[in-house]
């Protein structure tokens, strides 16, 4: 019987298969049976209708069959999902439009109807990526959730000692803060990623506009992989503050961990001589008529912004901590207050 | 309140109450070897009318809390996997059927006042 096949089927086709095969057989010789009890009335398709109908949709027959429902992101995560979604997309949108606005710009050889083309791509790929990228993390995240609350032995008992204090305000992560920051880090991380060429001295002269690009565009091709890191570095600890809400000495540690990360990558980056246009500062001196060694003061400015991205990552480590400390470790920061 | 969801609400609520003894009214039914749909029959007949498809699968985690030890028999008309209680399903039954007299003596000083 078609019927017969197409339910029996549509309840083992999502079980697991070391069951299908028993659970099939069952299923089959519970239908027959059932059968039997019609035999006296109705044609025969009618009678399988009938069992069928009694037997109810067969998604809920495997849910009970399983014993849970499935999911890919389940209830405890959705709304995070949602909202980490909007932003990232958001963020993304965002990023790809002001890269095209500042490109539009530039002089350069393009009919409108390729750079609308170009756009829509670049949108539609962009935004492409950060959904699937945003959704592999919270399906791991899902994932993980289900192995641990099913193997009930390893659950830790809930005790009350598990409460957490109730959050000094200060301790608070306002939810803007993690929220700027992706958005920023996203434009950031679209324009190095997708124009490299926008971070370039603009000098306006009779002859028209000269671009001198800062970066060594070519090089920067090749460390697209760690650029792409930082950023989804960045975007985790992002959204650990906006999973946590507060500051505790686990997302302290997480954060400071991941800062250290990516800001010795940016360091690792930043000492390749080659990511910056060698030509930079001579074409500069000639187009700007200076008269001073500009090449010296460039080497400077290199050093200088070393520094800076340095420093930017010792501060935050540091803040991290004693926030870590403060808020979440009273009688460390009594005893370091002592 | 409309009756339609009066009704529903007590649907509802009765559903809840049958679920827990559901359980306990196959494991007593299992004393005896009985397949399936046998036992679907049987459990209407008692007045306790479960659904194939809540059974069929309750069955199946019965056995793989070992409660319930089950066999093909292969040599009728029709192949059938008959269910039976496990030693350790006897043990557990006794105990359950223990805390239900206790229940309902207690259920019916509450209810009865």
Redesign the interface.
């Known amino acids: 019987m078609d019927l017969i096949d197409r339910y029996v089927y549509a309840v083992i086709k999502s079980l697991p298969e070391k069951?299908r095969e028993d659970?099939e057989?069952?299923?089959r010789?519970?239908i027959?049976?059932?059968l039997d009890q019609y035999q006296e009335s109705g044609s025969c398709e009618e009678n399988v209708q009938k069992v069928l109908l009694?037997?109810?949709d067969p998604d809920?027959?495997a849910d009970?069959?399983r014993?849970s429902k499935r999911y890919l992101i389940g209830p405890k995560y959705f709304e995070q999902y949602v909202l980490i979604l909007k932003i990232v997309l958001g963020a993304v949108f965002g990023g790809v439009s002001i890269a095209f606005l500042f490109q539009s710009f530039l002089p350069k050889e393009t009919t409108i109807p390729g750079v609308v083309i170009d756009y829509v791509t670049s949108v539609f790929y962009g935004l492409l990526q950060a959904f699937a990228w945003t959704t592999l993390a919270f399906v791991l995240a899902e994932r993980n959730n289900m192995n641990t609350s099913k193997d009930t032995s390893i659950k830790k008992v809930w005790n009350p000692s598990h409460l957490q204090a109730v959050p000094n305000k200060k301790a608070l992560i306002p939810v803007s803060e993690p929220i700027v920051s992706m958005i920023f880090g996203a434009i950031f991380m679209v324009l190095l990623y997708t124009a490299p060429g926008l971070f370039s001295v603009y000098i306006s002269s009779n002859s028209g506009m000269t671009i001198i690009p800062i970066l060594n565009l070519d090089v920067i091709q090749e460390f697209k992989a760690v650029i792409i890191f930082i950023f989804i570095l960045g975007i985790l600890k992002d959204a650990l503050k906006l999973f946590f809400r507060r500051w505790t000495m686990k997302l302290a540690a997480a954060s400071i961990v991941l800062t250290a990360i990516s800001t010795v990558l940016a360091v690792v980056m930043l000492m390749n001589n080659n990511i910056w246009n060698a030509d930079f500062p001579q074409q500069t001196i000639q187009h700007m008529h200076l008269t001073f060694d500009f090449a010296y003061v460039w080497e400077k400015i290199k050093s200088v912004f070393m520094v800076i991205v340095v420093l930017a990552g010792a501060i935050e480590i540091i803040s991290t901590l004693v926030k870590g400390i403060r808020y979440d470790m009273p009688s460390l920061n009594q005893f370091i207050k002592k | 309140m409309d009756e339609n969801m009066e009704g529903n609400i007590l649907e509802s609520l009765l559903l809840e109450l049958r679920r827990g003894t559901i359980v306990l009214s196959v494991l007593s039914l299992l004393k005896e070897p009985q397949y399936g749909y046998s036992l679907v029959v049987l459990l209407e007949e008692k007045g306790i009318p479960v659904d194939a498809g809540t059974l069929y699968p309750l069955l199946r985690r019965l056995e793989k809390q070992n409660l319930l030890e089950s066999k093909w028999d292969v040599e009728a008309s029709k192949p059938r996997k008959y269910y039976q209680m496990s030693s350790l399903g006897v043990e557990i039954q006794e105990k359950l059927s223990e805390q239900w007299f206790e229940m309902v003596n207690s259920m019916n000083s509450i209810i009865k006042g």
Do not use: F, P, R, T
């Open positions: 069951q659970i057989k069952e299923l010789s519970l027959d049976e059932m009694e037997l109810g809920a027959l009970n069959y014993g």
